[in-house]
């Protein structure tokens, strides 16, 4: 267990539905990074959020959309699902903003059906 | 900007022979350099990393890692490979900045270990 809780651990939805993934970060740690890993794209960065605020933002789509909220944990919501959204979606967590050690959670598979 | 090549896609040894991973990196500023595994349904767990300070970097597992400026390269290699070690293997680089941080994937080495 790394300390960094995912919820739910796998997702199937239609598409253009909505949904919502939860990260709870290790405790201690202040940042949170959304990441996406897809067969055809890779692990790329989404966001990162730390202590609530947005620290730098990567190829997250206008459909996806996150927040840090006051007890630290994250949600990332995306809507109006696509095939091409099915993926497995990790967060990871760090004690600083510019932290060099992030711990991953292991993830949320997305299903678009 | 920063961006990460992993020169081999599959690379496949049998137990008990040297493991080699090639990496080589690009970045603008002096980067942090990592690298991942993540066994089949699993996770991404942390192997090394490389933050300036000594450029033989060890890590779990036996696994290590060498930093070479002049060549832009942060390979991984292991001296005797086990049956757990068949995973995907990334390496990545981290930038600084003043805003925050992102990690920059490779493409992945998927390693399988023969008996």
């Known amino acids: 267990d790394s300390g960094v809780t995912q919820t739910p651990k796998h997702l199937i939805t239609a598409t253009g539905q909505r949904v919502t993934l939860r990260c709870s970060p290790r405790?201690?740690?202040?940042?949170v990074y959304w990441y996406q890993q897809s067969l055809d794209q890779g692990l790329q960065f989404l966001i990162q959020?730390?202590?609530?605020?947005?620290?730098a933002k990567g190829n997250i789509l206008e459909r996806f959309s996150a927040q840090q909220f006051p007890d630290l944990h994250s949600e990332l919501n995306l809507s109006s699902l696509e095939l091409g959204d099915s993926a497995l979606y990790f967060c990871?967590?760090?004690?600083?903003?510019?932290?060099?050690?992030?711990?991953f959670g292991s993830g949320t598979r997305l299903t678009v059906v | 900007a920063q961006s990460v090549t992993q020169l081999d896609s599959h690379v496949s040894v049998s137990e008990g022979t040297p493991v080699l991973l090639r990496c080589n990196y690009s970045?603008?500023?002096?980067?942090?350099l990592f690298w991942y595994v993540q066994h089949p349904n699993k996770g991404l767990q942390l192997l090394l990393k490389?933050?300036?300070?000594?450029?033989l970097v060890k890590g779990i597992n036996g696994f290590e890692a060498e930093f070479k400026k002049s060549e832009t390269s942060f390979h991984l290699t292991k001296p005797s490979a086990h049956m757990s070690d068949a995973a995907e293997y990334f390496c990545?680089?981290?930038?600084?900045?003043?805003?925050?941080?992102?990690?920059?994937f490779g493409g992945g080495t998927r390693v399988l270990v023969k008996p």
């Open positions: 959020y730390y202590n609530g605020e947005e620290r």
């Open positions: 405790s201690g740690d202040l940042s």
């Open positions: 970045s603008s500023y002096s980067p942090s």
């Open positions: 490389y933050t300036s300070a000594a450029t």
């Open positions: 990871a967590s760090s004690v600083a903003a510019q932290g060099v050690g992030y711990t």
């Open positions: 990545v680089v981290s930038v600084l900045k003043a805003a925050g941080n992102k990690l920059t």
